[in-house]
């Protein structure tokens, strides 16, 4: 069957995923340059100063990108960057730092890391099975909580470490709080040059291969080795960790109670490079539905309205894939942080009341981690607390049917 690209894409870059498909790196890097320089294509976009390519994210620099680290010099009331949606030359400029040798880029940040509380431990494992081996590391609190302990899996994104993403989002102190377990999965440079999770590849969209059976294999380690309580198991992740979580949401509905996808796409939103590039800049709604054969994973979205690195309506279609046949119905409510962005929050609820999704989208945010810390990167310490409201909607969920770490 031949290979489909997926509609809307420019020329250049068609004939580009075409060479890079055919294993013809260095002839897809030449074109991309010429078209970097306008050569190819008759109008090219100017690309901002400060993009690169996390994998398959195009990262924007903090200064230049609204909800990153926000600078007061930026020029706007709400100290972010107003400027257009990513164009075409960015994401060729991300493209083409795709086949810069990985030696050329730096590694994941490792924030020092804060205290711990007396009895509390932040420690890196390892799970090793048949697709492979993944470092974690796990906080366990100090608060011995009230019987066996909820767990949450938190996938970072793009660039980021485990260190990195626990201190931007501020999960240990939560986990402290409500007495439950925080594992981190790290993705390695050996597996994605940029350390974002496969989320585009067939391989890794599926129960028992690749990297769902990574991450799920961590989980299970940790219910064998802790007292987890297995109908209150959760996965969150960030942008490429997002999307990776959308997928687990999907694959394995057994294992976790719901699901939190930032700024990320919905599971099947792409089978290769090309089609990913294509959802990250249009969306456009192509994503694989929910199986009506197995129950659907409650999930919390939170994507922000000026996101340039992946289109905002990847977040409409992670609520509609959360919520699809279900007949449920979406009550909108407004909000505001004070001092900080605004927001609409959608609630999907089954016609007997049961919540099977909220969608917040956050008014002015860039690609960011809502109400993060500035300790770590991709923050947004303007938006609502995605963090405490992610835990929120999660200790509300249970499983409804219990498993254990060899279920398969």
């Not at 997928?247 to 294992?255: R, S």
């Not at 994503?287 to 999930?299: D, G, I, L, N």
């Not at 609409?344 to 956050?362: F, K, V």
Request: charged share 20%; net charge neutral; aromatic share 4%.
């Amino acid at each position: 069957m031949p290979h489909i690209l997926p509609p809307g894409l420019p020329p250049g870059m068609v004939e580009a995923a075409r060479l890079t498909k055919a294993g013809k790196l260095t002839e897809a890097t030449r074109l991309i340059q010429r078209l970097l320089q306008g050569k190819d294509e008759r109008q090219p976009e100017t690309a901002s100063p400060g993009a690169t390519l996390e994998g398959e994210f195009v990262r924007l620099d903090p200064a230049t990108d609204a909800g990153s680290r926000p600078s007061p010099e930026s020029g706007t009331t709400d100290g972010t960057r107003s400027r257009p949606r990513t164009g075409l030359g960015e994401t060729l400029r991300g493209l083409a730092a795709r086949f810069k040798p990985t030696g050329l880029h730096g590694g994941a940040p490792h924030p020092s890391p804060d205290p711990l509380p007396d009895g509390a431990s932040f420690v890196t494992l390892s799970h090793s099975g048949t697709a492979g081996t993944r470092a974690y590391k796990l906080y366990v609190p100090a608060n011995p909580g009230d019987g066996p302990r909820p767990l949450v899996v938190m996938l970072h994104g793009c660039t980021q470490s485990p260190d990195d993403f626990a201190a931007g989002t501020g999960m240990n102190a939560l986990a402290e709080l409500h007495g439950l377990l925080v594992a981190y999965p790290e993705q390695p440079a050996l597996a994605n040059a940029q350390r974002c999770w496969n989320w585009f590849r067939p391989e890794d969209q599926r129960r028992d291969e690749g990297e769902p059976a990574l991450i799920a294999g961590i989980t299970r380690d940790i219910m064998r080795d802790h007292r987890v309580d297995p109908q209150r198991i959760y996965i969150a992740g960030l942008s490429a960790g997002g999307a990776a979580a959308a997928i687990m949401g999907t694959t394995y509905p057994d294992l976790y109670a719901a699901v939190g996808v930032h700024s990320g796409l919905p599971a099947g939103a792409a089978h290769d490079l090309p089609s990913a590039l294509a959802a990250m800049h249009q969306g456009g709604g192509h994503h694989r539905k929910a199986s009506p054969t197995r129950p659907m994973v409650p999930t919390i979205v939170f994507h922000g309205d000026r996101d340039h690195v992946v289109h905002p309506s990847n977040g409409d279609d992670v609520a509609s894939q959360a919520s699809d046949g279900s007949g449920s119905r979406a009550e909108v409510l407004q909000g505001h942080k004070p001092g900080g962005r605004s927001y609409s929050r959608s609630i999907h609820r089954t016609p007997d009341g049961r919540t099977l999704c909220e969608h917040w989208t956050i008014h002015g945010a860039g690609h960011a981690w809502a109400g993060g810390s500035p300790s770590g990167s991709y923050t947004d310490p303007q938006g609502p607390d995605a963090s405490a409201e992610m835990l929120r909607f999660f200790l509300d969920q249970r499983s409804s049917k219990p498993n254990s770490p060899e279920a398969e």
